[in-house]
């Protein structure tokens, strides 16, 4: 059973940094790619970015190109969402999921992590 | 970037009716494109990817279709469980982006 752990809600001030974590469990980590995706209150998801665990390898939607860095540590099955200069309009759950395919980027995210709240608030 | 739009954005029904949920792409998605089951303070939850292909473990009231640009999804003999917030999401290119949803209500 596939198991998506992530950290903790935190509250950050404007222009500030947040690094969110998302462990794995119950299968190869580094078989599936993780995808970061955000929802803000009342909104619908909005997707950041994907990581190929296996090589490091990332994409990023433009809109977050220049404020967001994935990374996985694979010695713990953990991968990471850096998002840095954050401002009030940052203020969402964020979402780590898992894609179905073994090796392959579909972008059906089928394993999600239950969310980490970010707030940012001066 | 592909604009989703999804259409009602609210729907009122009651158990076992059958309701449908559609969805318009801007462009061309193919059939890359997946429908999500999202209830209050929850993740949401994958029901159908590739337009038509069932989650495993999802029950076969639910079903989807494409045809071109416009996609849909059928839920067919509404349970208690059932009312949620349904999201489609494309899969296409990136940015993947989804619809604003579709809030299902108990009327």
């Known amino acids: 059973q596939v198991q998506v752990v992530q950290s903790g809600a935190e509250m950050k001030k404007p222009g500030a940094s947040v690094i969110v974590s998302c462990k794995t469990s119950?299968?190869?980590?580094?078989?599936?790619?993780i995808h970061w995706l955000r929802q803000a209150p009342g909104q619908g998801p909005e997707w950041m970015g994907w990581?190929?665990?296996?090589?490091?390898?990332?994409k990023y939607a433009q809109k977050f190109q220049d404020r967001v860095t994935i990374t996985t540590d694979t010695s713990v099955n953990t991968a990471y969402m850096e998002l840095k200069k954050l401002t009030v309009d940052d203020t969402a759950v964020y979402y780590c999921a898992r894609d179905m395919v073994w090796h392959q980027i579909r972008g059906y995210f089928e394993y999600w992590g239950l969310g980490t709240l970010i707030t940012v608030s001066s | 970037d592909i604009q989703m739009t999804q259409s009602p954005s609210s729907l009122s029904a009651s158990v076992g009716d059958s309701v449908t949920i559609t969805c318009r792409a801007s462009k061309t998605v193919s059939t890359y494109l997946n429908w999500y089951q999202q209830k209050p303070g929850r993740a949401p939850n994958l029901l159908i990817f590739?337009?038509?292909t069932l989650q495993s473990g999802v029950p076969s009231r639910f079903s989807g279709t494409a045809s071109g640009t416009d996609f849909t999804l059928t839920i067919s003999g509404l349970e208690p469980d059932d009312f949620a917030t349904y999201y489609c999401?494309?899969?296409?290119?990136?940015?993947?982006?989804f619809g604003q949803g579709t809030k299902l209500e108990i009327k």
């Open positions: 990581i190929n665990p296996n090589s490091g390898v990332t």
């Open positions: 590739a337009s038509s």
């Open positions: 119950g299968d190869v980590f580094t078989g599936y790619f």
């Open positions: 999401q494309q899969s296409y290119s990136t940015p993947y982006t």
